[in-house]
């Protein structure tokens, strides 16, 4: 009796910790003949087939030599550095009559710290909270023709125009061939560039990539996947790193330890030493698409971290999916697809929510307490119906409960609420009405 009370204690300590990290899915053995939907059953092949399709060398007319105090560098871009970026998409003084145009011609490489966007700093979002900011990597969001068309045509770049669509009533729902890649780089040394995908900025800072998202439409709540530089420190941190198709093994368990506290510090945080093997199935995906030499040298360094195409499993339990760069401050609790469910604004076009720090109970499972210091804690799990409307009592009114919007959702995707400024003149007029 007493044995199963100790065990029924051990359990209490362990279950919240356990109820936070994402379940290994097993994988799905590809099907004989075509697959219906790749990205719903096979989320790991697809992940890479848009690794492969994005990564691409962009063609010697999208490169560009760089002169710094002197020195001359060359670019080494790949196709979807050369797509616009969160300031060409979102200028700072938009100009409602002159919307940006695609580039025809290589744009320069603008890094950002990260969390921080091009021109806002999120002090106050962060409650004061600097103390996560001070990695000295740069970041950068890029997005293909598709979703770049779709953001201008429907005036979502700058914030009279989003109040504009708000007004109209009718959901964001971009086309199902819009894709965004965001990309954290560390600066690296020439003798380190055959282990990175690298690039110059036009100050001629030499740059590695270490982490890489990438979404697409291909899914009605968008494809979600990141790829990490295969010796980040704590790469596989907390939630592991699962790849059904590129690398085997399949799945590298965290080093975390139990939630008992009993955790040597060295645990988390250290480089992922596990041999991993590249598949047939990624080589030839890599051969086709005409990857060889130092190209595919360069990329042969990166492992997909997972890939998301749900908020919860069939069960509820939420699905955890962030990078140990880009979610380094929040991993523990990082969903791409319930973080992005977010992305939302006010009647007046503005930001509806922060996005960190907001659910600060929020079971953690922490490494060591003075991780707890500066760690984050974001949503996870279904979005909830009540950030988005108010509803009148169900028990009165049953059937048709008055439905009042607090925040329009914008398809998922944050640069809208969080890097659109307002146009000084405006041709469009601001609506006042949700
Ligand atoms: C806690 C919130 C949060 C989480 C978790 C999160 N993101 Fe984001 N993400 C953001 C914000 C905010 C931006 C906008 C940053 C900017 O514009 O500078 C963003 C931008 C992006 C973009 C550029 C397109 C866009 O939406 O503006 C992509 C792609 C992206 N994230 C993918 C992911 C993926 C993949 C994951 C999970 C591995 C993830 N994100 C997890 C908050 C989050």
Not at 88 to 98: K, V
Not at 175 to 198: M, Q
Not at 203 to 232: C, R, Y
Not at 249 to 263: D, I, M, Y
């Amino acid at each position: 009796m007493r044995r199963a009370q100790a065990l029924f204690m051990v359990l209490l300590l362990i279950l919240p910790a356990a109820a936070q990290q994402s379940p290994q899915v097993p994988c799905n053995a590809p099907p004989a003949g075509v697959d219906p939907s790749v990205p719903m059953n096979q989320p790991d092949r697809y992940a890479w087939e848009l690794f492969v399709q994005v990564n691409q060398k962009a063609p010697a007319s999208f490169q560009h030599s760089i002169t710094y105090q002197g020195k001359t560098f060359m670019t080494n871009s790949a196709v979807w550095e050369t797509w616009p970026d969160d300031p060409w998409t979102f200028p700072t003084n938009p100009d409602p009559s002159d919307p940006p145009k695609w580039p025809d011609a290589p744009i320069a490489k603008r890094l950002h710290p990260k969390g921080k966007g091009n021109h806002l700093t999120h002090t106050a979002d962060l409650a004061g909270r600097n103390d996560i900011i001070l990695d000295t990597g740069g970041e950068e969001i890029h997005r293909n023709r598709a979703t770049f068309d779709y953001v201008i045509q429907n005036n979502l770049w700058y914030t009279q125009g989003i109040a504009a669509f708000v007004a109209k009533g009718l959901p964001a729902n971009f086309p199902t061939d819009s894709i965004e890649v965001k990309g954290n780089w560390n600066k690296i040394k020439e003798s380190d560039k055959s282990k990175y995908h690298w690039n110059y900025d036009e100050q001629g800072n030499l740059w590695g990539l270490v982490a890489m998202h990438i979404t697409s439409k291909a899914l009605p709540n968008w494809f979600w996947a990141t790829f990490e530089w295969v010796d980040n420190p704590g790469r596989c941190d907390y939630i592991g790193c699962s790849d059904c198709f590129g690398y085997q093994p399949s799945f590298v368990p965290s080093h975390t330890c139990p939630a008992s506290g009993n955790c040597p510090a060295n645990l988390v945080g250290q480089i992922y030493k596990e041999p991993t093997t590249i598949t047939p199935g990624l080589d030839s995906l890599f051969a086709k698409a005409g990857y060889s030499g130092a190209w595919l040298g360069e990329y042969r360094h990166y492992r997909l971290k997972g890939s998301m195409t749900n908020f919860t499993t069939s069960t509820g339990q939420p699905i955890l999916l962030g990078n140990s760069v880009t979610e380094s401050s929040f991993l523990q609790t990082a969903s791409c697809m319930t973080c992005h469910a977010r992305a939302a604004v006010k009647a007046d076009g503005t930001n509806a929510f922060p996005f960190f720090g907001e659910a600060p109970t929020l079971p953690l499972q922490m490494a060591t307490p003075a991780q707890f210091q500066t760690q984050q804690t974001t949503y996870h799990g279904a979005p909830d119906p009540n950030w988005f409307n108010s509803y009148s009592d169900f028990s009165k009114n049953e059937f048709q409960p008055t439905v009042t919007p607090i925040a329009t959702q914008l398809d998922f995707v944050w640069a809208i609420p969080f890097q659109a400024h307002a146009a000084k003149t405006s041709t469009t007029k601001p609506s006042s009405k949700p």
